[in-house]
């Protein structure tokens, strides 16, 4: 079982992010799950949500405390939260960032094997015209894991959004999807 933990801020769509990804794993023939955990329940506050993909029947029922894979779309949650809180030792993590490599491993807890980094903020800004990451970051959830093809990230955001909003949003993964870099450490 491939577990996915999304950090983000309320409004910034962590949560569609994750039931995103979940449709497009469900559409490679995987077996998914996808939950948030709401916190303070406002906009800006810090939010969770998960997604579970597995090849057979997916049982479990809690958050996911030991992640293959953290999400960061809001980079300013490095500063306060420990993303890296029970990553996997082979943990891929993949933020949503204009900084650096050596910038964004600073600001983490715990190294992982692998870490991916794209200005999702920029990209969304300039295909979508408001800085909403969600469909942006998983362009590289795609490229960074191998766990979902990009064609399927683009249909189950296109059956998410309908008409030139899914459009728009199936670009904005494709392109972070291509300026996503990837760091193996």
Do not use: C, W
Not at 12 to 38: C, D, E, R
Not at 43 to 62: M, Q, S
Not at 135 to 155: M, N, P, S, W
């Amino acid at each position: 079982m491939i577990e996915i933990r999304f950090h983000g801020r309320g409004g910034q769509g962590a949560v569609t992010a994750a039931n995103i990804l979940a449709s497009a794993a469900f559409k490679s023939g995987k077996y998914v799950q996808a939950f948030p955990f709401f916190g303070v329940e406002r906009r800006g506050a810090p939010v969770t949500a998960f997604t579970r993909i597995d090849e057979k029947p997916i049982r479990i029922k809690t958050q996911i405390y030991e992640p293959d894979i953290v999400v960061v779309l809001d980079p300013s949650l490095l500063d306060t939260v420990d993303v890296t809180a029970g990553l996997k030792d082979n943990g891929i993590v993949i933020v949503n960032t204009e900084k650096s490599k050596e910038e964004v491993l600073e600001k983490l807890k715990k190294k992982p094997a692998k870490l991916a980094l794209v200005d999702a903020t920029t990209i969304a800004l300039e295909i979508l015209g408001l800085p909403i990451t969600n469909t942006a970051i998983l362009g590289a959830v795609a490229k960074a894991t191998g766990i979902v093809e990009l064609d399927h990230v683009k249909e189950a955001i296109q059956e998410t959004f309908s008409g030139a909003l899914g459009e728009k949003n199936a670009k904005a993964a494709e392109e972070s999807f291509n300026r996503t870099v990837i760091y193996e450490l």
